[in-house]
């Protein structure tokens, strides 16, 4: 999870990477507890292999994102914040450059590298 001034503010090792986004995310106990404790007015952004829930929000799929103005809009700010997100994996392995490799390592051991 990234914040608006790209910092990291929750980072989990779930699964290898090769893992499915969706199985990766029911492992995260953690991250589901922080979820449940967020303000009302506050949510996640994600992408679409993650359920949508009352506070994390999905883009529309296929031909709904472009259905209205409303959900042009909301799909162009969703698009956005992807965006950060990249820059903010950007930022990350261009001062640590062992991220842009393959760890060869085991999950437990990569866990506590990072």
């Not at 965006?83 to 393959?102: P, S, V």
Request: a positive charge; glycine letters at 4%; hydrophobic letters at 40%.
């Amino acid at each position: 999870v990234c914040d608006s001034y790209l910092r990291f503010i929750y980072i989990v090792i779930a699964a290898p990477g090769k893992t499915n986004d969706a199985r990766a995310f029911r492992r995260l106990d953690g991250l589901h507890s922080r979820l449940g404790e967020l303000d009302q007015e506050f949510f996640l952004f994600s992408d679409n292999a993650y359920p949508l829930t009352n506070s994390l929000l999905i883009p529309f799929s296929g031909s709904e994102k472009t259905a209205d103005n409303y959900k042009r809009s909301f799909y162009f700010w969703l698009l956005q914040l992807r965006i950060r997100i990249e820059m903010a994996f950007g930022l990350l392995t261009t001062k640590w450059r062992i991220f842009r490799t393959n760890l060869s390592y085991s999950t437990p051991c990569s866990s506590h590298i990072i």
